[in-house]
């Protein structure tokens, strides 16, 4: 099952006609499939927390309505195995949840349905290539589930959640497992010392902040970065386990393809370096809603 895609812009756009323009919300609710009653919800939906006036703290932005959004996700994708997955217990049921509601897949989802390109920022960050990141693409699409969920009730998100997500769900043939578990089942059986995980730097905005973690076991090390100290352990796991030989991590480590997602990858999204994640050139944590 394919989704339908905002259409292309004829312009670039400016940060203060985005989420205004009657051709996008039309756009927008055709693909959510729901008319909003209260139009604010999905322009707040689209806001990014730099197009919000100075000193307001984010107030106006998407970020409260994120927040909603990613517990309605976890809900409904939960449902969602349980149905499809009747004879699986939770051991197994977590791992296909933990993918599936995570910035990698978020951020695929996101960017095939286009709303980045429909995100409302500031012009700074608009030249700076915001809306390709992998968390501010993860990130608007919860909120627009967010809103969704407020203005349509849970029936409405779930029909969208099951149409955005069938692909990157019909593609978990069997359970996943995150790099992070994969490397400590690999150390385990070579009886060597465990990981060992260490943040070497930190940098960005603090609304924004971006994490640089090495991992070192046995004879081998690796880097990941990304939005969260969580994530950029998980990317720096897969950057060991590529570095020892193991090319293939898994669901969890394929990247776009392992999200059952195809079409250009946002940045932090690809698949030439064992999946992806914001900020950063890898791939595959659950999704973490801060350090």
Not at 2 to 11: F, G, N, T, Y
Not at 104 to 113: D, N, T
Request: aromatic share 4%; charged share 20%.
């Amino acid at each position: 099952m394919r989704i339908a895609r905002v259409p292309a812009l004829s312009k670039p756009p400016t940060s203060t006609e985005l989420p205004d323009l009657p051709a996008v919300k039309d756009s927008v609710e055709s693909i959510l499939g729901h008319s909003f009653a209260r139009p604010g919800l999905l322009r707040e939906a689209l806001t990014h927390r730099s197009a919000t006036r100075p000193g307001a703290r984010g107030s106006g932005s998407n970020e409260r309505l994120e927040f909603i959004g990613d517990r309605v996700l976890g809900l409904l994708m939960a449902e969602w195995l349980i149905e499809r997955f009747p004879h699986e217990q939770e051991g197994d049921l977590g791992p296909r949840l933990a993918l599936l509601v995570s910035q990698p897949v978020l951020a695929k989802v996101s960017e095939a349905i286009g709303l980045g390109e429909v995100l409302k920022v500031s012009p700074g960050e608009a030249k700076a290539g915001v809306r390709r990141r992998a968390t501010v693409l993860a990130d608007v699409l919860e909120a627009a589930l967010g809103a969704l969920y407020l203005d349509g009730g849970i029936e409405c998100a779930r029909s969208f959640v099951r149409r955005a997500w069938d692909s990157a769900l019909t593609a978990q043939t069997e359970p996943p497992k995150d790099a992070k578990t994969k490397l400590q089942e690999w150390v385990l059986a070579r009886r060597l010392s465990l990981p060992h995980y260490q943040m070497t730097a930190r940098s960005g905005p603090p609304h924004a902040p971006v994490f640089e973690v090495t991992v070192a076991a046995g004879a081998f090390t690796g880097t990941g970065t990304a939005g969260s100290k969580r994530a950029a352990e998980q990317l720096a796991a897969e950057a060991l386990l590529q570095d020892a030989g193991l090319n293939s991590v898994g669901p969890q480590g394929t990247g776009p393809q392992g999200a059952g997602l195809s079409g250009a990858a946002p940045q932090g999204v690809g698949s030439s370096d064992v999946g992806s994640s914001n900020g950063g050139p890898t791939s595959a944590p659950p999704r973490s809603s801060g350090a």
